[in-house]
T-cell receptor, first 114, second 114 residues
Framework: KAGVTQTPRYLIKTRGQQVTLSCSPISGHRSVSWYQQTPGQGLQFLFEYFSETQRNKGNFPGRFSGRQFSNSRSEMNVSTLELGDSALYLC?????????????FGQGTRLTVV | QKEVEQNSGPLSVPEGAIASLNCTYSDRGSQSFFWYRQYSGKSPELIMFIYSNGDKEDGRFTAQLNKASQYVSLLIRDSQPSDSATYLCAVINAGGTSYGKLTFGQGTILTVHP
């Protein structure tokens, strides 16, 4: 059974650019959540999608957005990149995103903004 | 007060010993609890998931949940050097605003020395 797949694994971007990250969840999982991990802030929740609808959103500026497709694959976009956006971006796949379901992480995308 | 707090590390134990990791949470509405292991430079790996009071065992790992005390712990028996990693405690709350949202502690670094 394939796990959660994130692409690309590494990205280097310049300030002001935009970036799109992709996440393919485990087959049968319809919930995809996105997290940002930095040494100072730890793991912080960005947003969650289920059946192409954003159901939940964390406290990040509007430059961070996402979407989900009918096959449950999800993309996350960051516009007007800032140096502080350098982080490991992780997506988590869950069958339903409700409390009694497990969540599994992908390998992450390491974004460096220069 | 942080929503999820873990015992400050780093924690160092000899090979073969029991490692005990602790986590407290502030929201009594928390429904489910996760323990993830994260090796340096890698993504979090789910090792235990618990939502009922009491103990849950899986191989060398035992999770213990006490909702009255708002406390969840992870015991690792017969610790091995390969268990050396950061252990992350995460909770998910009830309610519609919690879909897919794991709230993480800051992590505890465990080192198992030969």
């Amino acid at each position: 059974k394939a796990g959660v797949t994130q692409t690309p694994r590494y990205l280097i971007k310049t300030r002001g650019q935009q970036v799109t990250l992709s996440c393919s969840p485990i087959s049968g999982h319809r919930s995809v959540s996105w997290y940002q991990q930095t040494p100072g802030q730890g793991l912080q929740f960005l947003f969650e999608y289920f059946s192409e609808t954003q159901r939940n959103k964390g406290n990040f500026p509007g430059r961070f957005s996402g979407r989900q497709f009918s096959n449950s694959r999800s993309e996350m976009n960051v516009s007007t990149l800032e140096l502080g956006d350098s982080a490991l971006y992780l997506c988590a796949s869950s069958r339903t995103g409700t409390p009694r379901t497990e969540a599994f992480f992908g390998q992450g995308t390491r974004l460096t903004v220069v | 007060q942080k929503e999820v707090e873990q015992n400050s590390g780093p924690l160092s134990v000899p090979e073969g010993a029991i490692a005990s990791l602790n986590c407290t949470y502030s929201d009594r509405g928390s429904q489910s609890f996760f323990w993830y292991r994260q090796y340096s430079g890698k993504s979090p790996e789910l090792i235990m998931f618990i939502y009922s009071n009491g103990d849950k065992e899986d191989g060398r790992f035992t999770a213990q949940l006490n909702k009255a005390s708002q406390y969840v712990s992870l015991l690792i028996r017969d610790s091995q050097p390969s268990d050396s990693a950061t252990y992350l405690c995460a909770v998910i709350n009830a309610g519609g605003t919690s879909y897919g949202k794991l709230t993480f502690g800051q992590g505890t670094i465990l080192t198992v020395h030969p």
